[in-house]
């Protein structure tokens, strides 16, 4: 990592150190950033992901940079993300997988796009299926969810053509991971959002579960649909495998 450092490939930060371990962080420069994203044009050009990339591809990319003995708010949300799609990664037959913060433009003609936290192509029989991840930490209000996450999928299945120009599929599903920072409640919270997919115009394209539970077993149906809620509170996993959704 010095070496990439020394040659300007690479800039790096140190977290706050709050406990007994220290973390610190490879930052890719400008010059870094524009190799990869040429890489990556080059990589699925031709590829069932060529559509759904290329608008994911910024045409401007400039290099995070991050103030010394500072944490930003969003650095735990993204270090979790980042943690579930690698375990996901490891298990799944997946074309494409992201993290980018607001991958895609804000609108579409009359259509709020929406913003994933993750976002994964899994190969299934040759055939490329879309899924967009949102990763919640019970910060926000119900409310707000709905606004931010459901009402733009929701607005993606009524504007299909939308759906087709941006992402090249023609169906997609939403895959939420709960925590529950504030409460500490994560199964309340995620019927919570059970309840608000329901009341939603496609309740059929969301899924939930627990983010520790996904973590810890992203090869095993931990997924909760409307309709197929868990059938207890407790927080085991191994308590739910008989009403979990695949």
Not at 42 to 50: L, M
Not at 208 to 225: D, K
Request: with cysteine.
């Amino acid at each position: 990592m010095s070496a990439l450092a020394k040659v300007g490939a690479v800039a790096r930060w140190d977290r706050t150190r709050s406990t007994q371990v220290a973390e610190r962080y490879a930052l890719p420069t400008a010059a870094t950033l524009d190799r990869a994203l040429a890489a990556i044009k080059r990589r699925v050009a031709g590829t069932s992901s060529e559509t759904l990339v290329t608008r994911m591809l910024p045409k401007v990319r400039r290099p995070l940079a991050l103030e010394t003995g500072k944490d930003p708010k969003w650095l735990q949300h993204q270090r979790e993300v980042n943690d579930l799609v690698v375990s996901i990664a490891a298990v799944r037959n997946l074309s494409w997988a992201s993290t980018w913060e607001a991958p895609f433009v804000t609108r579409a003609g009359i259509v709020d796009l929406p913003q994933p936290d993750y976002v994964l192509i899994e190969e299934a029989e040759r055939v490329p299926f879309l899924t967009f991840g949102e990763h919640d930490r019970g910060s926000e209000p119900v409310e707000r969810f709905i606004a931010r996450k459901i009402v733009p999928y929701t607005d993606l299945v009524r504007f299909p053509e939308v759906l087709m120009e941006y992402c090249g599929v023609s169906a997609f599903r939403i895959d939420v991971s709960v925590l529950d920072v504030p409460r500490q409640q994560p199964m309340r919270r995620l019927h919570e959002l059970l309840e608000a997919a329901a009341r939603s115009g496609h309740p059929e394209i969301f899924r939930f579960t627990l983010a520790g539970w996904l973590a810890a077993h992203p090869a095993r149906p931990t997924w909760f649909a409307v309709g197929q809620p868990p059938q207890s509170q407790s927080l085991s996993w191994e308590d739910h495998q008989s009403d979990a959704a695949a």
